[in-house]
């Protein structure tokens, strides 16, 4: 009787003892233990609940985990879930997290929302909070630009900005500043009546540009703008004249020739109309000739008025010979060396 009592006991106990070992192996192979105790150890607790749920959902839990601790040591009070929704979001926590760490060093302003929404923006949100607290200085290309002398003038502009962090999302970035500065020397350099105005005194360009407000709605503040290089260039006007006078010289011979082409279709035209009147001229010619035979063979018109009527028009060409001759003047002599 005490045999059958104590088998159910013996079985009870195995099968209590190989849930718990199952626990402890279920809990070594889902939890990752030394993850969880390191940040334990760091003051930066992290529940084996919440471990087991990243390793479920396919979260660089050990990332985020290091991370986690970094912000925790810094004194930054982010809640681990901010940060695991911000990763799955497809944000870089590591920058996030630099970002804060480095405005708090600063004594700067800067949300967690507001560095979330920066970087998901696609700026490099430490890049920022550095520039905010030491301001970049960019520079421009050669621009070029004529003064109303016809000079080129060509000149470099360095660009100190700011970085304003409530201005990063949705606005322009350096580049829309140096484009603007660039449309700016153009304008400032084409209002100088000289070329020697700009040379003199290059501030002018950067009192022009600071007055126009360039930096709005771009995510910086411009500080200061200097003319660092001033060049002079090629005489453009001089230039841009001879270009305009060569122009018209083509456009004149152009028109000349026409001209020419239509006096050369005018002169052929005319010798075709001359052609056709001689050819005019000599039916008629033909016709006469006929009229006097017949009017021969009728006895209307006898021998002796034909050959008076040919005598006369040899009499008429030897008087048209002669006035001819009258009309040319004999070529002068070369005189003789005595």
């Not at 079985?11 to 070594?28: F, M, N, P, Q």
């Not at 004249?241 to 239509?262: G, L, N, W």
Request: net charge neutral; aromatic share 4%; charged share 25%.
């Amino acid at each position: 009787m005490n045999s059958m009592l104590l088998f159910p006991l013996w079985a009870t106990l195995t099968i209590i003892i190989s849930c718990v070992v199952l626990i402890i192996v279920a809990i070594i192979v889902m939890v990752p233990i030394n993850v969880w105790f390191r940040a334990l150890a760091s003051g930066a607790h992290v529940s084996m609940f919440r471990l087991i749920g990243m390793k479920m959902r396919k979260v660089d839990y050990k990332k985020l985990v290091n991370i986690y601790i970094i912000s925790q040591k810094a004194g930054l009070h982010i809640p681990i879930s901010e940060l695991e929704t911000h990763l799955m979001a497809g944000g870089d926590i590591e920058k996030v997290v630099d970002a804060l760490i480095a405005a708090h060093s600063a004594k700067m302003e800067l949300t967690l929302e507001q560095a979330k929404a920066i970087d998901l923006a696609g700026r490099d949100v430490v890049e920022a909070v550095k520039t905010s607290v030491t301001p970049k200085v960019v520079r421009t290309n050669w621009i070029e630009a004529m003064a109303k002398n016809g000079i080129q003038v060509k000149a470099i502009a360095q660009v100190t900005v700011k970085a304003r962090l409530d201005r990063q999302i949705g606005t322009a970035d350096t580049e829309t500043i140096l484009a603007r500065v660039g449309e700016g020397i153009v304008s400032a350099i084409g209002k100088a009546a000289t070329h020697t105005e700009i040379l003199a005194d290059p501030s002018i360009i950067s009192k022009t540009i600071l007055a126009d407000h360039l930096d709005r709605q771009t995510a910086y503040e411009i500080l200061s703008i200097d003319i660092c290089d001033v060049d002079v260039g090629s005489n453009l006007g001089a230039k841009l004249k001879i270009e305009e006078a060569e122009a018209k010289k083509k456009i004149s011979q152009a028109a000349a020739e026409e001209r020419r082409a239509q006096a050369f279709a005018l002169e052929q035209e005319n010798k075709a109309k001359t052609q056709e009147m001689q050819a005019v001229v000599l039916a008629a010619e033909s016709e006469v000739h006929k009229a006097m035979a017949t009017a021969l063979r009728n006895g209307k018109f006898g021998v002796m008025d034909y050959y008076k009527l040919q005598n006369l028009a040899a009499d008429t060409n030897m008087r048209n010979s002669i006035s001819s001759a009258k009309d040319k003047k004999p070529m002068p002599k070369p005189e003789e060396n005595n």
